[in-house]
Protein backbone atom coordinates (compact mmCIF):
# COMPACT_ATOMS: atom_id res chain seq x y z
CA UNK A 1 0.00 0.00 0.00
CA UNK A 2 1.43 3.07 -1.19
CA UNK A 3 2.47 5.93 1.49
CA UNK A 4 0.04 8.63 0.07
CA UNK A 5 -3.01 5.34 0.75
CA UNK A 6 -2.39 5.25 4.44
CA UNK A 7 -2.74 7.09 6.84
CA UNK A 8 -1.29 6.86 10.25
CA UNK A 9 -3.73 6.41 12.85
CA UNK A 10 -2.49 9.26 15.07
CA UNK A 11 -2.76 11.90 11.69
CA UNK A 12 -6.66 11.25 12.14
CA UNK A 13 -9.16 13.72 12.47
CA UNK A 14 -10.30 11.90 15.94
CA UNK A 15 -7.07 12.54 17.37
CA UNK A 16 -7.41 16.51 16.68
CA UNK A 17 -8.13 19.26 18.87
CA UNK A 18 -12.20 20.25 19.21
CA UNK A 19 -13.80 22.97 20.96
CA UNK A 20 -17.55 21.90 22.34
CA UNK A 21 -19.16 24.84 23.55
CA UNK A 22 -16.19 26.72 24.46
CA UNK A 23 -14.89 23.88 26.64
CA UNK A 24 -11.53 22.44 24.45
CA UNK A 25 -11.16 18.88 24.11
CA UNK A 26 -7.05 17.26 22.78
CA UNK A 27 -9.36 15.07 20.97
CA UNK A 28 -12.60 14.01 19.66
CA UNK A 29 -12.86 11.16 21.52
CA UNK A 30 -16.05 10.45 23.86
CA UNK A 31 -16.71 7.24 26.15
CA UNK A 32 -20.25 7.41 26.78
CA UNK A 33 -22.14 7.12 29.84
CA UNK A 34 -22.10 3.22 31.39
CA UNK A 35 -24.64 2.70 34.53
CA UNK A 36 -22.24 0.52 36.49
CA UNK A 37 -24.66 -0.83 38.65
CA UNK A 38 -21.78 -0.27 41.86
CA UNK A 39 -23.88 2.05 44.08
CA UNK A 40 -24.30 1.49 47.86
CA UNK A 41 -26.81 2.21 50.15
CA UNK A 42 -28.66 5.30 50.42
CA UNK A 43 -27.94 5.52 46.36
CA UNK A 44 -24.58 6.88 46.81
CA UNK A 45 -21.43 6.30 44.40
CA UNK A 46 -18.52 3.80 45.69
CA UNK A 47 -14.90 4.05 46.21
CA UNK A 48 -14.92 1.71 42.55
CA UNK A 49 -16.55 3.82 40.90
CA UNK A 50 -14.00 6.64 40.99
CA UNK A 51 -11.30 4.26 40.24
CA UNK A 52 -13.26 3.18 36.90
CA UNK A 53 -13.09 6.83 35.74
CA UNK A 54 -10.15 7.15 37.21
CA UNK A 55 -8.42 4.70 34.93
CA UNK A 56 -10.93 5.82 31.72
CA UNK A 57 -9.42 9.19 32.29
CA UNK A 58 -7.02 9.48 29.05
CA UNK A 59 -9.50 8.05 26.85
CA UNK A 60 -11.05 11.60 26.57
CA UNK A 61 -14.08 13.33 27.30
CA UNK A 62 -16.25 11.11 29.44
CA UNK A 63 -20.02 12.03 29.53
CA UNK A 64 -21.59 11.53 33.70
CA UNK A 65 -22.59 8.00 34.79
CA UNK A 66 -26.39 7.90 34.43
CA UNK A 67 -28.17 9.19 37.74
CA UNK A 68 -31.63 8.93 39.59
CA UNK A 69 -33.00 12.15 39.23
CA UNK A 70 -35.82 11.23 42.11
CA UNK A 71 -36.41 7.79 44.14
CA UNK A 72 -38.97 7.01 41.21
CA UNK A 73 -36.42 7.19 38.69
CA UNK A 74 -34.24 4.23 39.34
CA UNK A 75 -34.29 2.57 36.39
CA UNK A 76 -31.94 -0.13 37.41
CA UNK A 77 -30.66 -1.73 41.12
CA UNK A 78 -27.63 -0.09 42.24
CA UNK A 79 -26.90 2.86 40.29
CA UNK A 80 -26.53 6.35 41.81
CA UNK A 81 -29.16 8.78 42.92
CA UNK A 82 -29.05 12.53 43.09
CA UNK A 83 -32.50 12.89 45.11
CA UNK A 84 -30.69 12.09 49.03
CA UNK A 85 -29.32 15.23 51.01
CA UNK A 86 -26.62 12.80 51.74
CA UNK A 87 -24.49 11.73 48.77
CA UNK A 88 -21.20 10.57 50.28
CA UNK A 89 -18.86 8.73 48.67
CA UNK A 90 -19.58 5.29 49.50
CA UNK A 91 -17.15 2.94 51.60
CA UNK A 92 -15.26 0.02 50.80
CA UNK A 93 -13.22 -1.36 48.18
Do not use: K, W
Not at 33 to 61: D, K, S
Amino acid sequence: MSARRSTALHDTAVFSPYTLAGLELRDRLVMVPMTRNRAVERRCAHRCMVTYYAQCAGAGLIMAEGTQPSAAGQGYPNTPGMHTRSRPLGGGG
